[in-house]
C-alpha cells in the first residue's frame, strides 16, 4: 500500500509542477508582464504579444512531452515485480 502513496505524491507532485509552470506563461508572462517583456523582440514581434500568441502554445507542447516521459519513468520505478 505504501507503495501507490508514494506514486500518487510523485505523480501529484509532477502534476503541481505542470500546473505552476502553465500558470505563469499562460497569466504571467501573457497578461501580467506584458509590458516588461515587450521592450524585447524575437521574430520581429515584442516579446510579450509572441508569448501571449506563439510561445505559451509551445511550452505547453513541452510540457506534454515532458509530463510523458516523466510518469513513463515513474511508472517504470514503480511497476510491480510480477508485470516485469
Do not use: H
Not at 506584458?34 to 515584442?46: D, S, T
Not at 513541452?62 to 511497476?79: A, H, T
Amino acid at each position: 500500500m505504501e507503495k501507490k502513496t508514494t506514486y500518487w505524491q510523485e505523480n501529484l507532485r509532477l502534476i503541481a509542477i505542470c500546473l505552476v509552470i502553465w500558470f505563469i506563461v499562460s497569466f504571467g508572462f501573457g497578461l501580467l508582464l506584458v509590458e516588461p517583456l515587450n521592450e524585447f523582440r524575437l521574430g520581429g514581434y515584442k516579446l510579450g504579444f509572441w508569448f501571449a500568441q506563439q510561445g505559451s502554445i509551445y511550452v505547453f507542447v513541452g510540457l506534454i512531452f515532458w509530463y510523458g516521459y516523466k510518469m513513463n519513468k515513474l511508472d517504470k520505478k514503480y511497476q510491480p515485480e510480477d508485470e516485469s
